[in-house]
C-alpha cells in the first residue's frame, strides 16, 4: 500500500513500481519564516502559537504549535521590555531559530520580522503605523511595538 495519493512510476530495469504524489508536504526546518500569534508575553520571552509558513504554493506540515520567542532574539538591538515590543493577539512573522525535542525557538532580529498586524489594548481595533508609532484611529490610543518591514496597516 502506498503512503500517498498521486501516479505511478514504474522502473522495469531495477523491477520496482513507485507512487509520486501529486501534493509536496514539507516540514518545518531551521530558517523557515512562520506567522505567529502571541499568546502569552512574559519577562524574558514570549509564547506564540503558529499558524503558517508563507511559502507560496506548498503545504508546511505544522507538526508542532507552539513556539518560544527569547529576548535576546527579538532586536539586535537592547530589548528593555518585552511587554513594549509585544502583545497577546498580535500577528508576527518570525524565522524560526531553533528546532528541539522540547520545543522551537523564534527569531525576529531582521528588519523584515516582527509584528505586521497589532491591536489596540484599550479597544482592540487595528492599529495603523504612522512613522515609527502605532496608533488606533478608533480611540486615539498610540503604542509601541517591535513592528516589522512589512507591516499591513500604513
Do not use: W
Amino acid at each position: 500500500y502506498s503512503a500517498a495519493a498521486g501516479s505511478i512510476a514504474s522502473d522495469s530495469k531495477r523491477k520496482s513500481i513507485s507512487v509520486q504524489p501529486e501534493k509536496e508536504l514539507r516540514q518545518l526546518h531551521r530558517g523557515t519564516v512562520v506567522f505567529a500569534t502571541v499568546v502569552l508575553v512574559k519577562d524574558n520571552s514570549v509564547s506564540l502559537t503558529l499558524l503558517q509558513s508563507p511559502d507560496a504554493g506548498k503545504r508546511t506540515i505544522i507538526n508542532q504549535r507552539n513556539a518560544m520567542l527569547p529576548i535576546r532574539s527579538v532586536s539586535r538591538g537592547y530589548v528593555e521590555s518585552l511587554r513594549d515590543a509585544f502583545k497577546i493577539g498580535d500577528l508576527v512573522k518570525a524565522r524560526i531559530a531553533k528546532i528541539s525535542p522540547l520545543g522551537m525557538d523564534l527569531t525576529t532580529a531582521e528588519p523584515e520580522l516582527g509584528v505586521i498586524k497589532a491591536f489596540c489594548s484599550k479597544c482592540r481595533h487595528p492599529l495603523h503605523l504612522f512613522g515609527r508609532t502605532l496608533k488606533c484611529l478608533n480611540c486615539g490610543n498610540s503604542e509601541s511595538r517591535k513592528v516589522s518591514r512589512d507591516y499591513l496597516l500604513k
